[in-house]
Every structure is written in structure tokens, then in C-alpha cells.
């Protein structure tokens, strides 16, 4: 007769019992340590966007002040402070047409002085985009004067040019663009607005040729574009300071 010796070990159905409670233990400290993580996560990511959001406040104004007198900057370079007696940054309107290259809403300043006991639209500023830039959009300013329709002056804000070629289009790397002050569109004749490589009268720049017709192109359009649109624009602006 064979003796089975007394087996003291537990079947794998109680280990597996007795291990339950452990897994559950450790499950329970795993999630309680995500959620502890978590909430430490939440509280420094909220300081954080507390002291962003306090930095904001802070210099908000200011930026709003710096962004308002640069573009003064380049409005008092169209129209000098001296020349006009308005706030160009009160006149004005929001306005799109596609035929200026706008994408979205732009706006339309106009420049007034007081003649004779009452405020004289002198000139309209418009936002112009051309596409047709070597590198992409170039975007300027024009100032057309009421009066004659000749040009107050013209100065690019942006654009993508080439270094040391097309980028004699802004003013702080040539004086190419005051050329196009006091002209209008019977000076030159329309065939004359562009460069002369292509039989104009405007100078190009050698190695970006594109550039300089791009830009010469586009603001005998937009010359064009006040013949055609000045009187309606100039009794929104009408609407929009009567009670």
C-alpha cells in the first residue's frame, strides 16, 4: 500500500484566490497614482495659464498702443500729420474687393482737413495686395488725392522679395517707390505704366524685373479702381458719421 504523503502546498485555484486581493491592491494604488499625477498635471498646467493670462492683461494695452502707431507710421508717411486734421485711425472703413487682391476684410482710411468751416475728404488710403510678386504677395499701401487722382505716396508693408533684388521695392533698401508719388494715370499714359524693359517708363531692377512690373502694374490698377469706385466709397464714409 502506497502512501501519499500529505500535500501542504494550496491548489493553483486558492493561490489564485489569495492573489486577487494583491492585484487589486496594486490597481488601486496604480489609478490613485494617475490621479494624483493628473491632478498635480492640472494644477501647474493652470498656473501656468494663469501667469500667461496675467502677463497678457498686463501688456495688452501696450501692444494694442505699439501695433496702433506703427500703422500711424505708415499712414503719416502717406499723409503727414501737417497735411491733414482728422484721426485716420476714426476714418475709416472696413472693406474687401478682390480686385485689390484682398482675402479678407481690409480697411480704407481717408485723410480730412477742415476747409471753410467744414471736414474735406483729401485723400483715400487703400490696402492693396499683389500677387504676382517673384516670391509670393506683396502688400502696400497707396494714398490717392481726391482732388486730381494723383498718387499721395505708396509704401509696401510686407513681402517675401529677394534680398538685395526685389526688396528695393521697400523704401529703407531704395527710393525706387517714390517715384509713383504725384503721378496719376494720364502721367504716364496707360502704356507707360510699367517697366521699361517692357516699354514703360518705370525703372526695374536688375535680376527682378518681375517684381518691379508686379508692383507698377498694380498701382495703375488701383489708379483705375479709384476712378471707377471713389464716390461710392466716399459716401460710405458719409453713412458712417451721420447720426
Known amino acids: ?7 501542504d502546498d ?10 486577487k486581493p494583491d492585484d487589486a491592491k496594486k490597481a488601486a494604488s496604480l489609478v ?3 490621479s494624483s499625477n493628473s491632478a498635480i498635471l492640472g494644477f501647474f498646467a493652470f498656473i501656468c495659464t494663469a501667469i500667461i493670462a496675467g502677463t497678457y492683461l498686463g501688456t495688452v494695452d501696450n501692444i494694442i498702443e505699439q501695433q496702433r502707431q ?3 507710421k505708415a499712414l503719416y508717411q502717406i499723409v503727414p500729420k501737417n ?4 484721426d485716420l485711425l476714426q476714418d475709416n472703413i472696413s472693406f474687401e474687393d478682390a480686385a485689390l487682391g484682398h482675402r479678407n476684410d481690409q480697411t480704407l482710411f481717408l485723410a480730412k482737413k477742415e476747409i471753410a468751416g467744414a471736414q474735406q475728404p483729401l485723400t483715400l488710403i487703400y490696402p492693396v495686395t499683389t500677387r504676382d510678386g517673384y516670391s509670393g504677395d506683396i502688400d502696400y499701401i497707396i494714398g490717392i488725392n481726391i482732388s486730381d487722382a494723383s498718387i499721395a505716396g505708396v509704401r509696401v508693408i510686407s513681402h517675401k522679395e529677394t534680398p538685395g533684388l526685389g526688396d528695393k521695392i521697400d523704401l529703407r533698401k531704395s527710393d525706387w517707390i517714390l517715384d509713383f508719388n504725384g503721378r496719376s494715370l494720364g502721367d504716364p499714359d496707360i502704356e507707360g505704366w510699367t517697366v521699361k524693359k517692357d516699354g514703360g517708363v518705370f525703372d526695374g531692377f536688375t ?6 512690373r508686379a508692383v507698377t502694374i ?13 464716390d461710392s466709397l466716399l459716401q460710405r464714409f458719409d453713412a458712417k458719421v451721420k447720426p
Open 32 to 34: 490613485s497614482s494617475i
Open 83 to 86: 497735411q491733414h486734421d482728422n
Open 218 to 230: 498694380s498701382i495703375a490698377n488701383v489708379l483705375r479702381y479709384h476712378h471707377q469706385n471713389v
Open 207 to 212: 535680376g527682378a524685373t518681375i517684381t518691379a
Open 10 to 19: 494550496k491548489s493553483n485555484d486558492d493561490k489564485l484566490d489569495d492573489q
Open 70 to 72: 506703427a500703422q500711424l
Open 1 to 7: 500500500m502506497t502512501n501519499t504523503p500529505p500535500n
